[in-house]
């Protein structure tokens, strides 16, 4: 036997030996005397495996004859993982079963460690699907946190919002017994959490594993918690372009998840923060698609959605008013635009005082509806005469239509009805003035552009010419692009402005003719410039609707621009976003090709009778130009300009530049750069101007 004892000795392995009927330890080497020093007249189970009675996993039932049997085992006492190796021999004339016992821990800390990593690998890609189906925000955050909240054993997952002032939690998944708390934490002050910003500030997880760790430094957090049952914690920061925006955290997951949840909470943190802004981006959009930013009453969006609602069914008692501001083209050609705006607000006013505000609708330039539901005759009457009697006392005049039915009638019946007598009293307005620019309401003069022959004709008389309004980057206050604007020489050799005969022209559909003068001659001019040395900017031209939509219209201006073969980088094509015009739902395939062929997009007039919020979702754009008469607005009205920050925040986020039309003085320009807008042009830098004088004044 000594030569026995000296190999078994000499092995780095535990090694035993154990009588197979008592259990009594016989033996045991070197190696597991220094484990297990007290082992003499014990019962391996007892010392090995810290049990009283034998293992479940015992090899003397298994083992039988040269057979060998092998276990795994975590030790209890060693906290080692150990392979087992069991075979019988003869000990002194006995049976008995000896034991080589290999340490695996390390292999076996690997093992688990691949897959809890796989596990939560599984788990993200899991989460980030959830992210990405099709559904609501609010279904799809219920069905992410109840995913979280049972892979991590947790008692409670939420989200919170985080403004700097107050918290709140907007979304929160519950284990089943768990009481929920989303209702009492609205708006609660964000002093409660300091001790955790500035961890967040450093994208670090805060992890609380015993809120008795927080009783003396956080008192009012640890009260918090503590009437919440939470015992322990970890939360992770949203951000959104390095601004903290909340939060996500999970209340009394075990102990031993801890440091996983870490990780994980890390890794997820950054696609909530991603879809909680696109979230957040989307509210600004419908905030600003429903809302006038003029007169603060619905817009064209709102009226639109909330007619689709009732179309389908009969209305009764259901009253409609349509009102018109009359002149305003005069009113801002003769006294500027901030009077015309003065005008319309005045108009709305008015509307609001004898209507209820959340029934009345700006729905064009001028226009103004007022819808009453469930309005008995009488009431909606007198409404109407107060209406009337409010604007009399105004220096402003209006043409009104309108209708009600006290028997079921469609929606849509009476509020054609009411826009036909609308018209009606605006047709006898315009009946002795002079013709308005406003073609919809022009008399019998003879028009100055009957056929594409007579337009063809002046072309080559040039009677056309253009001019260019410079572009001036807000933080430099450099010229960083211009507008190609066309002008016609009348008879009497006055210079006319667009709106002067491009609505005659998209009446008569010639304005295809004037729109290709203008792009040709813009490509000639920017040639010109590189021929001569200079360092061009941008130029953005105007293309009408109805230009767009000729099917021939990509292969004409990649005709012309094959003609001068300038950078496609240094023209924008310019498409108007007011709907009096087709908005741009019908040409979205002619402007996506544009961008195919290196052209970029600019989106004219935005907010001047609406703002679209589909808009962003279909196309593709560069540039969006407020228009003139909502860059006005941004001065006067606190609501407009926070809605404008909002609309520069996502450009910012979409990569698109925004411009501002229509600056004329310091002021406006310094609220322009508060909000973050792009580019501005305008009075206040510099009147339209020739091609030649551009190039004297800004290309150098």
């Known amino acids: 036997m000594p030569d026995i004892y000296n190999i078994l000795d000499s092995f780095p392995e535990l090694v035993y030996i154990a009588d197979i009927d008592t259990y009594d330890i016989l033996y045991i080497n070197t190696a597991g005397k220094k484990l297990f020093s007290e082992y003499k007249g014990r019962k391996c189970y007892e010392v090995l495996h810290c049990f009283t009675a034998p293992c479940d996993k015992c090899p003397v039932k298994y083992i039988s004859g040269k057979k060998c049997h092998t276990w795994k085992y975590t030790n209890p006492h060693t906290g080692k993982t150990y392979l087992f190796r069991n075979s019988l021999i003869d000990w002194n004339g006995k049976d008995a079963h000896l034991c080589i016992a290999f340490d695996i821990t390390e292999d076996e800390n690997i093992r688990h460690e691949l897959e809890a990593h796989l596990n939560m690998e599984n788990f993200i890609f899991q989460c980030i699907a959830e992210m990405h189906r099709n559904q609501p925000y609010d279904e799809m955050f219920n069905n992410l946190l109840d995913i979280i909240g049972k892979f991590l054993e947790a008692d409670r997952v939420y989200i919170f919002n985080y403004n700097g002032v107050t918290i709140s939690n907007i979304y929160e998944w ?295 309004q410079p572009r001036f980057d807000t933080k430099t206050k450099e010229m960083c692009g211009s507008e190609a604007l066309i002008r016609y020489y009348d008879n009497a050799n006055v210079i006319l402005s667009p709106m ?109 009778r609406y703002a679209d919020l589909y808009l962003f979702a279909d196309l593709k754009f560069d540039i969006l130009k407020l228009d003139k008469d909502l860059v006005h607005k941004i001065a006067t009205d606190e609501k407009t300009r926070k809605l404008s920050a909002s609309l520069a925040h996502i450009c910012k986020n979409e990569n698109i530049r925004l411009v501002a039309e229509g600056v004329e003085n310091e002021s406006g320009l310094r609220i322009l750069q508060d909000i973050g807008c792009d580019e501005v042009q305008g009075y206040l830098f510099d009147k339209p101007i020739t091609w030649k004088q551009l190039e004297q004044k800004y290309l150098k």
């Open 174 to 468: 519950c284990k089943k017994g768990i009481s929920p708390v989303i209702n009492i934490m609205q708006n609660v002050d964000a002093h409660i959490i300091d001790k955790r910003i500035p961890e967040y500030q450093r994208r670090k997880c805060v992890v609380i594993k015993d809120i008795e760790e927080i009783k003396d430094t956080s008192p009012r957090e640890y009260a918090e918690l503590a009437r919440q049952n939470t015992k322990s914690l970890i939360t992770a920061p949203l951000f959104d372009k390095g601004e903290l925006i909340g939060y996500i955290g999970a209340d009394n997951p075990p102990n031993e998840k801890i440091e996983s949840i870490e990780l994980f909470f890390t890794t997820i943190s950054y696609f909530i923060s991603s879809v909680i802004i696109k979230e957040n981006n989307e509210k600004r959009l419908r905030e600003i698609g429903y809302i006038d930013t003029l007169t603060s009453l619905y817009n064209r969006n709102k009226f639109i959605e909330d007619i689709t609602l009732i179309s389908g069914t009969l209305q009764l008692d259901f009253g409609v008013l349509y009102t018109d501001l009359n002149g305003l083209k005069e009113i801002n050609d003769r006294h500027g635009h901030a009077t015309g705006d003065k005008a319309l607000i005045t108009i709305a006013n008015a509307i609001v005082k004898a209507f209820d505000r959340k029934n009345a609708y700006r729905v064009g330039g001028d226009e103004f509806v007022v819808l009453c539901p469930k309005c008995k005759e009488n009431v909606f009457l007198e409404n109407v005469t107060r209406l009337k009697n409010y604007i009399s006392e105004t220096e402003y005049t209006a043409s009104i239509g309108y209708k009600h039915s006290s028997e079921p009638c469609s929606a849509s019946t009476i509020i054609r009805i009411a826009d036909e007598k609308m018209y009606h009293d605006k047709r006898l307005f315009y009946k002795h003035k002079k013709q308005s620019v406003r073609y919809r309401y022009k008399n019998n003069m003879p028009p100055m552009f009957p056929t594409q022959e007579t337009l063809k004709k002046l072309i080559s008389e040039e009677r056309f010419f253009l001019l260019f």
């Open 500 to 608: 002067n005969f491009l609505p005659e022209m998209e009446d008569n559909d010639i304005v295809h003719v004037i729109d290709f003068y203008v792009f040709r001659h813009a490509c000639k001019y920017i040639s010109q410039w590189i021929k001569n040395g200079k360092n061009p900017k941008p130029v953005s031209i105007n293309i009408s609707h109805k230009t767009l939509l000729k099917p021939d219209f990509v292969e004409n201006i990649m005709n012309i621009w094959y003609d001068y073969h300038i950078p496609k980088e240094l023209i924008e094509i310019e498409v108007s976003e007011d709907k009096e015009y087709g908005g741009v739902n019908d040409i979205l395939d002619t402007l996506s090709e544009l961008k195919m062929n290196g052209f970029k997009i600019a989106v004219d007039n935005f907010g001047y």
